[in-house]
């Protein structure tokens, strides 16, 4: 199963849904993401089995600790995409289209670690005739997308509140299911229209999860959970301490996790 | 007033941005991101700096746009853009890598990923800043290339800062081109050429710290000081704690 998750780095990020998955046997997972902690623990769980990005970070702290021992110990394939490659492979997804061209990509590693991978010509040539060769960004189709956002109405309207969108709406379109969380479920949406960013079409399910996406970033609501973002990378790199903080706090539901991080 | 070596780095990353206008400046890392605010702030006024996350700012950190990254990349894919990163590896022909070390399968050391270095380097101008100029990161091949340099298609590579010097690609590899064809324009021979030395620096050094032959040229310049009004602004407005002096390696 692929699924995609919306935010970026550790900001925004469903982090509810992805505990819940934890909890869940799924298993053999594609994860497209603008990666951070939600890669990383999909990773450490050993349920994400490949893993679809241009980065995987904390943002304050560079590299996702799980994400890289992981990779250097050839735990999980991964499938590196160049951060402009991934927003064209959810927009053709979105618009059902099989690929959208782009420049980026081209002469770099990651046409080579990716041979799957194919360029076009364009068939606009020039005075010699010859079209610009371009890389063909297959479409991301995802079979989920998770997202979160700070407000959404019980149908499926979700507004973001902060400073950025992600790419939240195109994941959204680019899944044959998309659900989304949000620190308040509202009768009505209120505020900037702009900030409005999905409608019900696009949306198949709706939860409730206050303070959802901690330990990242859900400004203005919240903002991330330095200290624990801290604590969280520390354990990480040391299996043992791995197994006293899952224990900690991710051995029970989402209330207890939420009581635990009190 | 003498300048320290990180403040000559703050200036010379500065003069990266020089006549760039209205485009989107996106440093990485602390020097050249007071870099590109003494550029707006003195010689460069019209350049677009954000706030690391959504937002476009002045100099003073005061919000006159928005910038969200769907944003960044129209403006990246505009070529209105001019990028300073980082690196872990750089080449002679400015392939860079700051995605990982080692075999690509299973790294040695897994780093950042390629993030946006593909594109940038395929759309827009960009320059690079080394904190610690030495023959690690200036290899003779990259293990994974995530910025393409010269010979695979860069748009502009601008400038390479280091602690040590500054370099750019004006150097010309006539081992491969032939005299009847030589184009200062053309993309696969220009290679990596010391510009300046900073104060007290040899060119010994560099040539040390480097790991493939650099293009020299008979003289080779100092990288200039920061003016009085500079260092007045680096010291006293846009870093007033020091903080640049613990980037350099």
Redesign the interface.
Known sequence: MTIGIGG?GSRRKPMALVRAILRSPLKNLTVVSYAGPDVGLLVASGQAKRVV?????LDSI??EPH??RA????TVELT??????L?WGLLAAAHRLPFLP?????????L??NPELRTVRSPYGDPFGLGEELVAVPALKLDVALVHMNRADAAGNAQYL??????DDLFCLAAGRAYVSAEQIVPRLEGPPQSMLLNRAMVHGVAHTPNGAHFTSCVPDYPRDEAFQARYAKAAADAGEWETFRDTYLSGDEAAYQEAIR | MNATRAEVCVVACAEAWRGDGAILASPMGLIPSLGARLARLTFEPDLLLTDGEAYLVDASGEIEGWMPYREVFTMLAAGRRHVMMGGAQIDRHGNQNISAIGDWKRPKAQLLGVRGAPGNTVNHPVSYWIPKHSPRVFTPRVDMVSGVGYDRGARELRVVVTNLAVLDFGGLDFGVLDFGGLDFQGTAERVMRLRSVHPGVEVSEVVAATGFPLVIPDEVPVTRTPTAEELGLIRNRLDPTGARERELG
């Open positions: 970026w990005t241009g980065f995987a970070s560079a590299l994400f890289r990779r250097q110990s050839g590196e995409l160049d951060e402009g490659m927003h782009i420049r980026a990509g081209l002469g770099s590693g990651v080579e670690v902060g400073p950025d969108p992600y790419f």
